[in-house]
């Protein structure tokens, strides 16, 4: 079955699956039961096409999918997802040296003050990975 062939429900299920281990299972429990009758279908939406559609795709690893991802949140400041994504980031197995190094190439390329903000919330959360490891 060729991906244009998958039932919505398939690639739903798909990304739920990938959007589970990536993210863990238990954010992402919380984030499906947690959401309103209101913000069902964003859910549904991102849970489809982001995980279900580009994320189980074969063309790139997870780990650069990752930071690619930081590289955007940071470029978007939605502080939120960069931790969400940080955290992701070292499930896919990124280094913190990887994720140093995509941070301080977006103050480059996006600005300082928005580079500073992804370090403080990167640096907080992989701080929280040491004192639980």
Same mark, same amino acid.
């Given at each position: ?15 739920? +699956?990938?959007? /589970? ?5 238990? =954010? $992402? ?9 209101? %913000? ?34 940071? +470029?978007?400041? /939605? ?5 969400? =994504? $940080? ?9 913190? %040296? ?36």
């Amino acid at each position: 079955m060729t991906d244009h062939q998958k039932t919505h429900q398939q690639t739903f299920e798909e990304g739920l +699956a990938v959007r /589970r281990e990536v993210l863990g299972a238990s =954010h $992402v429990d919380a984030s499906m039961q947690a959401t309103s009758d209101f %913000a069902r279908p964003i859910q549904e939406l991102v849970t489809e096409y982001c995980w279900g559609a580009v994320w189980t795709r074969d063309g790139l690893p997870r780990k650069t999918r990752s930071l690619i991802n930081l590289a955007m949140l940071t +470029a978007l400041n /939605r502080s939120h997802e960069l931790g969400v =994504h $940080v955290r992701g980031a070292l499930t896919n197995g990124a280094t913190e %040296a990887e994720i140093q190094e995509v941070l301080l190439q977006t103050a480059v390329y996006v600005g300082v003050p928005a580079a500073l903000e992804s370090f403080r919330i990167a640096d907080g959360i992989l701080q929280e990975q040491r004192d639980a490891g």
